[in-house]
C-alpha cells in the first residue's frame, strides 16, 4: 500500500511537470480589458494543471481517506475515551428538516424543546438528577459549568469555602476546571486499591474551607471505589458538595445511578456515553445535571427531568448566567436522545454490562505478558504499565508498534499514577474477533520486545509518516506540506 501511495504521487507530481501551455484554451477576451476584470496579483502567464485520468484523481483520495483512521475503521481502544461506534441511523435523524434546518431565534421551535424536554427526563432515570442544562458545549465545560455552580452555592449562603478536593486518579480536566472557577486544588492520594483513603477524606474535609470533592467513578484506573456511599457521606457531613465526573458512566449505564451514590452534580459526555462522533475537535456536548435544591443555579436555558418537582414554584433569580448561547449543541442532543429511545432500558443495561466484560476478557488475556498495577476486577477500563519490560521498551514503543497491525494506540501516559501506562477502553460495540485480534497483537508485540527490541524502538514501520518528535511537533507544527 505504501508502494502504491508513492507511485500515485509520482504520477500527480510527473502530470504537474508535464502541464503544456496549450493544454487550457486561448484567452477569449482582449488582453486590454484584463485589468479591470481580474486583479493583477492573480495574473499568470502558465497555469500547470495536471493532465490526470478520472480513475487516477478517485484512487488518489479514495486512498487519502482511508489513511484517516476511525472508529468505523476498526477497534479503537482510547482509554477514557469511549471510542464506541456510532448508529448510522442516529446520523439520518439528526439530518430530518425538522432538525436541521432550523434556527434557535424562530418562534416555532416545539419538535427540538420537545426533544430537550423528553432527553432531560430519561436523563434524570439514567443518572438520578432532577434538572438538566444542555449549554455546555464539552465534557470540560460541564465541568467548568458544575464548578461555577458549586461555588455560587456557597457564596449564596454565605459561607466562602474555596477548596475542592481532587483524588489523583481524576481526569485532567478537573483540577484545571476547579482552578478556573476559583478554587484552589487538594490532591488526594489513592491507597493500594486504587481507591480514596476514608481517613486521609475526612481529615481534608475537616479544614473547614472544603467546598467539597470532584471524583470520577469508576476513575481512571477503571476501578469502582467500593466506599463510594461512605465518602459522599463524609463530605455530606462537613456541608461538602459532590460532584460526579460523568466521563465514566458507560459501564455504569442500567446498573447504578450517580444520584444513588450521593452525588449533587454532575457532567455527563454525551458524545462519548451515548455514542455520537466526537474526536478531531468536536462538537461536543457536556449537559449538566444537578439536585433539586441546586436549580435555582442553573444557566438558562434549563430542564427539569423529575416531573414530580413542580416547575411553577422554580426561581432561579441566582443562575450563573449563561455558559454558550442558544440551546447548545442541539445536533449532538438528538444523536444521543436516538441513541437512548432505540436501546430502552434493558439495552442500555446490556451496554453497561457487555463494555465491562470486554474490557476484563482483555484484562484477563494480558495480564500475563504486561504489568497489572491494581489486581482487582475492572469496569469499562484498565491500566497495564511498561514496568519490568526488557530492552528498554517503553510505552510509546508499544503504542508505535500497535499502528503497524493497523490498530489505534491506547491512551499512554495516563492516568499519572501508574508509570508507563497504557490505558485500554474496548467499550461494548467490539466483537470477540476483534478483541482477540487486539490482545494477539498485544501479545506479539510483546514477544517482539525480547526478539527484536530494535524493531520495536524504531516503529512505526508501515505508516504515512514515521516516528515524530512529539515535542516537536506540538510546539513546532508543519501545517501545510
Known sequence: MKKVRENRNLIFTKAFESAEDNYI????????????????????DN??????????????????????????????????????????????????PGFSIIHPLQKKNEGAILLMEELSQLLHKITGMDAFTFSPAAGAHGELTGMFILKKFFEQNGNQKNKIIVPDSAHGTNPASAKMAGFSIIELNSNEHGEIPLEELEFAMQEGDVAGIMLTNPNTLGLFDRNILKITE????????????????NPMLGICRPGDMGFDILHLNLHKTFSTPHGGGGPGSGPVGIKEGLIQFLPEPYFIGNEKIDKEKINISHS??????????????????????????????????????????????LQE?????????????????????????????????????????????????????????????????????????????????????????????????????????????VLKE
Not at 486590454?32 to 481580474?38: G, R, T
Not at 463524609?234 to 458512566?249: F, M, P, R, S, T
Open 25 to 44: 484554451p486561448d484567452l477569449d477576451i482582449p488582453s486590454s480589458n484584463l485589468d479591470d476584470i481580474i486583479p493583477k496579483n492573480l495574473l499568470r
Open 47 to 96: 497555469l500547470p494543471i495536471p493532465d490526470v485520468p478520472e480513475v487516477e484523481i478517485v484512487r488518489h483520495y479514495t486512498d487519502l481517506s482511508q489513511i484517516n483512521y476511525g472508529v468505523d475503521s476498526g477497534i479503537y481502544p482510547l482509554g477514557s475515551c469511549t471510542m464506541k461506534y456510532n448508529p448510522k441511523i442516529n446520523e439520518k435523524i439528526v439530518k430530518l
Open 234 to 249: 463524609i463530605v455530606h457531613k462537613y456541608d461538602g458538595l459532590c460532584y460526579y465526573d460523568g466521563a465514566n458512566l
Open 320 to 365: 450563573i448566567g449563561k455558559m454558550k448561547s442558544f440551546w447548545g449543541n442541539f445536533g449532538i442532543l438528538v444523536r444521543a436522545y436516538a441513541y437512548i429511545r432505540a436501546l430502552g432500558k434493558n439495552g442500555l443495561s446490556r451496554v453497561g454490562k457487555v463494555s465491562v466484560l470486554n474490557a476484563n476478557y482483555l484484562r484477563k488475556r
Open 369 to 477: 505478558f504486561y504489568h497489572l498495577p491494581y489486581q482487582r476486577i475492572c469496569q469499562h477500563e484498565f491500566v497495564l504499565s511498561d514496568k519490568n519490560f526488557p530492552n528498554k521498551i517503553t510505552a510509546e514503543d508499544i503504542a508505535k508498534r500497535i499502528l503497524d497491525y493497523g490498530i489505534y494506540a491506547p491512551t499512554v501516559y495516563f492516568p499519572l499514577i501508574v508509570d508507563g501506562a497504557l490505558m485500554i477502553e474496548p467499550t461494548e460495540t467490539e466483537s470477540k474477533e476483534a478483541l482477540d485480534y487486539f490482545a494477539e497483537t498485544m501479545i506479539r508485540i510483546y514477544q517482539e520486545t525480547q526478539n527484536k527490541p530494535e524493531f520495536v524502538h524504531k516503529a512505526p514501520h508501515n505508516t504515512p509518516v514515521g516516528r515524530l518528535d512529539a515535542v516537536l511537533a506540538a510546539r513546532k507544527p
